[in-house]
């Protein structure tokens, strides 16, 4: 996937790693995620990584940790 450089305003997105950024990159489609780069998540990563992120993150927004357990419930 082609990251936005406004999804990742801090980096030069082509320098992501998509394994070693893992954390990073759910954390900022969690939070500012257009919904093909949400679908493009569920693809790639394992659920439970998914899971870890959102109940473990420090920066996700409380707002966006609330949504997502919720949704996380149903799968």
């Known amino acids: 996937m082609e990251f936005r450089q406004s999804l990742f305003w801090d980096v030069d997105p082509s320098k992501i790693d998509v394994n070693k950024d893992a954390e990073y990159i759910i954390e900022r489609i969690l939070d500012f995620g ?41 799968k």
Do not use: C
């Open 34 to 74: 257009h919904d093909d780069e949400v679908r493009w998540m569920w693809r790639f990563y394992d659920k439970e990584l998914v899971k870890k992120v959102v109940n473990n993150s420090r920066s996700l927004k409380k707002e966006t940790v609330n949504l997502w357990k919720l949704i996380l419930e149903e």
